[in-house]
């Protein structure tokens, strides 16, 4: 059975420019949700999707957004990219709401120049 | 405010030894709390999940409890292995798959 997988593994933008990070969840996950995490704030929630509905959103600016299609798959776009964003941006997929285990991708390793 | 506290930061322990780790929660109503393990530059491992309703939960040499009145979980890790170093997180759920993290407990398991 796959993993979650996100794309791209690696990338270097540089201020001012946009990224969008993917995520292909397991079979049969319809929850996705987005996490940023850095060495000096750890693990922090963006944004949870089930069924294509954004129901949960953590304490980030709007540059910060989501969405999710038909198929559960998952992406995430920031805009206007600042120094502060470089960042390990990890997608977690479940089967259901509030039940089962979380199951982490690789994450998209974020550098900003 | 949600908080999740991870006592110690760093845990090194010659291999075999049975350790510990903590993780403490200011708010008891929470839904499930989860473990998991994460190796330098990798995501996170899903180690264990316990429910609201359960006390604790065994995989292996691992075994996670919880107390829901004291804002408490632990992990118990028998026998450690040096394949067992990495950074353990706890996570707490509150809302809709809206969980938060402690900072981690990065164990060092020498041969």
């Known amino acids: 059975k796959a993993g979650v997988t996100q794309t791209p593994r690696y990338l270097i933008k540089t201020r001012g420019q946009q990224v969008t990070l993917s995520c292909s969840p397991i079979s049969g996950h319809r929850s996705v949700s987005w996490y940023q995490q850095t060495p000096g704030q750890g693990l922090q929630f963006l944004f949870e999707y089930f069924s294509e509905t954004q129901r949960n959103k953590g304490n980030f600016p709007g540059r910060f957004s989501g969405r999710q299609f038909s198929n559960s798959r998952s992406e995430m776009n920031v805009s206007t990219l600042e120094l502060g964003d470089s960042a390990l941006y990890l997608c977690?997929?479940?089967?259901?709401?509030?039940?089962?285990?979380?199951?982490f991708g690789e994450g998209s390793r974020l550098t900003v120049l | 405010k949600q908080e999740v506290t991870q006592i110690p930061a760093a845990l090194s322990v010659p291999e075999g030894e049975n350790l510990v780790l903590n993780c403490s929660f200011t708010?008891?109503?929470?839904?499930?709390l989860q473990w998991f393990r994460q190796d330098p530059g990798k995501g996170l491992t899903s180690l264990l999940l316990i429910q609201s309703s359960q006390r604790e939960q065994t995989s292996g040499r691992l075994n996670a409890s919880l107390d829901k009145s004291s804002g408490r979980s632990t992990l118990y890790i028998a026998a450690s292995q040096p394949g067992d170093s990495a950074t353990y997180l706890c996570a707490v759920e509150y809302n809709f798959n809206k969980f938060y993290f402690g900072s981690g407990t990065k164990l060092n398991v020498k041969p």
């Open positions: 708010d008891s109503a929470i839904y499930n």
């Open positions: 977690a997929t479940r089967w259901g709401s509030n039940t089962g285990e979380l199951f």
